[in-house]
């Protein structure tokens, strides 16, 4: 049994180093493109920028919600409006969104009440609502724990002015807030989430969405039947994206780089969110989700550390060990701190290898069940990706859930 496990050690760590390298080769490529895209979007003359609605669901009070909703009323662009979209009036986050309209009155604003939703996807339904109030052709959906410059969409739009070009999506880095879990979350935020979005899109072009922004056009939209053709899923932003690539759309990764900003987590609530997102990949794509489980290191370097001591080869075990965690700590530099520009990338790389054995740990427990808890609501996975809601809440009240 000890040399079947030293085996399964041995393959986790090629497997997981050929993951480093084809992270690496896409990050080299993802920066070189980023210079290019930069540079072509800031060609194009203001002139030609074409009106924009931003599409913004709100679900109550959040820590620094004041800083990213503002960051969205200061964009340096000619012709813009932001539609604050909510379950009902007494949302706390509507508060600061008034606040912020009295300080920026040159800033077209409105708010959407969608009342209690009708679909499985409260965010969905409440987008669906948003989109018939505006009558601009360009959308950028962001959620309201995102904080981006003045020159977002001045960056983000111009790619979708070629017509061969349905939809735009952002990678991002985590900022954490005051708490050694939340730390460990947007560390794997700028890191882990990262090397897999830009090795798909190395190996295969995008064919999927980032939630924290995804920018596209009414044509794209229709083409696919509209918003509401997501509303049966949890990761309403991955099937959005698909939806358009298979349209016949390319969808686009954006050079820019936005912050998806965190709230304070004890570790259940931290891991609770890990595993959510992961039950979803499960659902949503079962295979590449399986054969994700090889893409980490630190696990599979402790089999070697615990197997290969058993079969009286320590020497040997802690060389497998130092290589796996030697393995996450370039990542961490790599993407982290290379492509995300996230200072935590370089400065906490040697916590990174942490953060890697929760993730398969997040992993393994995404094969638990098929039921998870998400903003005071508990919901079923079920095939694709799809869900059902078991239990709704019965007033839009805030829950300190991200």
């Not at 890990?274 to 980490?296: A, D, E, I, N």
């Amino acid at each position: 049994m000890w040399h079947a496990l030293l085996a399964l050690a041995l393959l986790g760590i090629v497997s997981s180093t050929v993951f480093l390298i084809l992270a690496l080769v896409a990050a080299r490529r993802y920066r070189r493109h980023a210079d290019n895209a930069s540079r072509s979007a800031n060609a194009v003359p203001e002139s030609a920028l074409p009106p924009v609605t931003l599409l913004k669901p709100v679900h109550g009070m959040e820590p620094r919600l004041r800083e990213n909703l503002e960051s969205f009323f200061r964009q340096n662009y000619p012709d813009f409006e932001i539609i604050f979209g909510a379950r009902s009036a007494d949302n706390a986050a509507l508060t600061v969104a008034e606040e912020l309209r009295t300080v920026y009155p040159n800033v077209r604003c409105k708010v959407v009440l969608s009342g209690p939703p009708a679909w499985p996807s409260a965010k969905v339904f409440s987008l669906d609502k948003m989109i018939a109030h505006s009558r601009n052709d360009y959308f950028v959906i962001s959620d309201s724990d995102v904080e981006v410059g003045p020159d977002f969409l001045r960056n983000i739009i111009p790619p979708l002015l070629d017509p061969k070009n349905g939809l735009l999506t952002c990678v991002y880095r985590g900022v954490p807030a005051r708490s050694f879990w939340s730390s460990l979350e947007a560390l794997g935020m700028s890191v882990e989430m990262t090397s897999g979005v830009l090795v798909a899109d190395m190996l295969e072009g995008m064919r999927f969405a980032l939630g924290a922004v995804i920018a596209t056009k009414r044509e794209a939209l229709e083409r696919i039947g509209g918003i509401g053709t997501t509303a049966d899923y949890y990761s309403d932003d991955f099937v959005l994206g698909n939806l358009v690539w298979a349209a016949g759309y390319h969808v686009v990764l954006s050079h820019y780089i936005v912050d998806h900003v965190l709230i304070p987590s004890s570790f259940l609530r931290t891991f609770g969110h890990q595993v959510r997102w992961m039950k979803s990949t499960r659902f949503s794509r079962p295979k590449g989700h399986l054969g994700s489980g090889l893409t980490f290191a630190v696990p599979f370097g402790l089999l070697g550390l615990i197997s290969a001591s058993v079969l009286g080869h320590p020497i040997g075990g802690l060389v497998l060990l130092g290589v796996s965690i030697l393995n996450r700590i370039i990542q961490s530099v790599a993407i982290g701190w290379s492509v995300t520009r996230d200072p935590r990338g370089l400065n906490l790389c040697w916590l990174y290898p942490l953060r890697d054995l929760m993730g398969f740990v997040t992993w393994v427990a995404s094969y638990s069940s098929r039921s998870f808890f998400w903003r005071g609501e508990t919901y079923q996975f079920t095939r694709g990706g799809k869900i059902v809601p078991q239990q709704r809440a019965m007033e839009d009240v805030f829950v300190n859930q991200p």
